[in-house]
């Protein structure tokens, strides 16, 4: 269904995006954002790969991930250069405005476009990311959530033993019961996570301290301008990221909607793909 394909969206350095594309009309381009951002794309063409027919999808490795260029140099790890990169991309393919899923970092990424280019996108989704900051007393008194973040951290690399893409790997890996709520769906995951092609550079850049953070200033003035259509599309079990800040985002942006998942977490395509999917559609239709 997908096919792949190298795209130069930079040059000096020289920047390629592997991009796993499946065809589909050029006015309902859909570009997927993956998270991370030291992960590639492939944990989310399951369901989104549905779509292909009725959408055009794009589904690209963010610069320094998965299968696109990476060991570039430490002042070429910037969220802006990123969606100077995507743009770049859909200049290449011919596509002026477009539909835009960001996951999780992605979901963060995707705000970013959204604010440096607001004609370019159609109407935007926020996956399993927040618009607001995460308060530090967001979770208190989940005793699940207290009881998973405990094992995850028992079973947590050395990064000492490991480092780059190894590093990265183990830290998704143990992390899987913090990121899939539903114990049945766990190997699933786990499955998908051994065809991720993981890196480290984007880690190795934010262990320096010279990487700045992903969230956006103010988002949600600034998106309440652009008028975009945005759904906040949620699991209600999100360990990473509230549910509540997605109910609150939605009341803050008049264009904006909230689609929460029951039982979902943080990868909530995999906890609840049919209706993940349908909730997607729904909103792009």
Known sequence: MFDESRVAVAANPVVELLVAEAAGPSERTLLVIHGGPDWDHTYLRDPLGELGGTHRLLLPDLRGCGRSTRGLPEDQYSWDLIVADLLALLDHVGVRRADVLGFSTGGLVAQRLALAAPTRVRRLIVASSSVFPVPTNAFNGWQDRSRRQAEA?????DPTDLSGPELTRAWAT?????????????????????????????????????LSSARPQDAAARLRKTAVPILLLHGRQDMIFPMHLAEQAAVEIPTARAAVLDDAGHMAHIDRPEAWLSAVATFLA
Not at 153 to 157: A, K, S, V
């Open 153 to 157: 951290t028992r079973q947590e690399p």
């Open 174 to 210: 143990t992390s899987a019961s913090m990121n899939v709520w539903r114990a049945d769906r766990q190997p699933e995951y786990l499955g998908r996570l051994d065809a991720v092609h993981f890196s480290g550079d984007w880690a190795r850049v934010w262990l320096s301290g010279e």
